[in-house]
């Protein structure tokens, strides 16, 4: 059976948005993999058994031993046994024989089985689920191994190497990664529903799959007041999650926001319409719907009708805070309000 790969080439095809660049792949975070796990461990591989089925195709699994060194979540027990098809038996064969240590992120066979990353369709695993069941872990999809490699000393990185958290490029110091996947642990403890969120990340074309958490609100918090108009949109975006007074505030600062991006509309190959989407806008204007906050459209594209962007006080009073307002509080709310409705307009010549 051949690997099913869990990185997705996701290429998007727009008539419209020339800013729109391919998100080309698709990637977990190490956050994800973490909150969406049952069990987590560091060890490593004591004993790997080969199978070839007698009958049909003839399919090979692996049946692994693993000894654990720490669990990081879930119960620990000092060995850990599962199957999964044949995709990877020479490194599975190089992984007893050095000892290398191993990230190994693990699934409850006894769960219904979930897409890993939307939480509806059926997960990689279900074809394999009537040996996975034999065990009651298995891994919870083919990238459930991650290699604890020192990228000083093995320059040469396998597919079990790559890993990404929510920030960082590629999480390269087994130590680093290690503390990243407990904090990515401690983070998803008080969540009571597990949901993914993509965020797609300004560089590199690489679209991260990371848990709706705490976590995500405090990047998301940073991401808008970044220089780099793609992070204040993902920031923007990422905030429709968490209401809160400050949220909101910063979100409605976004509505003045000065970044544009052209949207193009084609037609036998040539451009029959040209605007410039205030896009940072857009999602900000967005997130604040979805928190339900009523707020007056601001101008999201060049040509529009002016419209003041203002909200109700009063209903923004009664939906944001949680007490009441302290009289300077409502003073700068309508400072706010205020400066946002009379924010200059980009003149273009």
Request: glycine share 2%; charged share 30%.
């Amino acid at each position: 059976m051949s690997r099913t790969v869990l990185v997705s080439i996701l290429l998007l095809v727009s008539t419209g948005a020339a800013r729109a660049q391919p998100m080309l792949m698709t990637v977990e975070t190490v956050d994800w993999m973490a909150a969406d796990s049952q069990v987590v461990v560091r060890a490593i591989v004591l004993d790997v058994a080969q199978e070839v089925e007698p009958d049909g195709d003839r399919k090979k699994w692996n049946t692994v031993v693993l000894k654990v060194r720490e669990t990081l979540k879930g119960k620990h027990q000092p060995f850990h046994t599962y199957v999964v098809p044949d995709w990877n038996h020479e490194e599975i064969m190089t992984w007893q024989k050095t000892e290398q240590e191993l990230l190994v992120f693990l699934a409850d066979t006894k769960l219904p089985d979930k897409s890993p990353w939307t939480g509806h369709e059926r997960a990689v695993h279900f074809m394999w689920n009537a040996k996975a069941k034999i065990h009651p872990l298995t891994l919870r999809n083919d990238r459930g191994v991650v290699e604890l490699k020192d990228p000083v000393s093995h320059a040469k990185r396998s597919y079990f190497s790559e890993v990404y958290t929510v920030e960082m490029p590629k999480a390269k110091e087994p130590q680093k990664l290690v503390q990243a996947v407990r904090d990515a642990i401690a983070a998803a403890e008080p969540v009571k529903e597990l949901r993914a969120h993509r965020v797609e990340w300004p560089e590199r074309f690489f679209t991260r799959i990371v848990p709706v958490n705490a976590n995500l609100e405090r990047h998301a918090r940073r991401w808008i007041t970044s220089d780099n108009d793609k992070l204040r949109e993902q920031g923007a975006i990422a905030l429709k999650y968490f209401k809160s007074e400050a949220n909101i505030a910063a979100l409605w600062k976004l509505l003045s926001d000065a970044a544009t991006s052209a949207d193009v509309t084609w037609k036998d190959g040539r451009v029959i319409e040209r605007h410039d989407v205030y896009y940072v806008r857009q999602a900000a204007f967005a997130s604040l719907k979805v928190l339900g906050v009523e707020v007056r459209k601001p101008i999201l594209k060049e040509g529009e009708d002016q419209t003041a962007i203002a909200i109700s006080f009063a209903r923004f009073q009664a939906c944001c805070l949680s007490r009441a307002p302290e009289p300077n509080q409502m003073e700068s709310s309508r400072r706010l309000a205020l400066s946002a409705s009379l924010a200059p307009r980009e003149v273009r010549t």
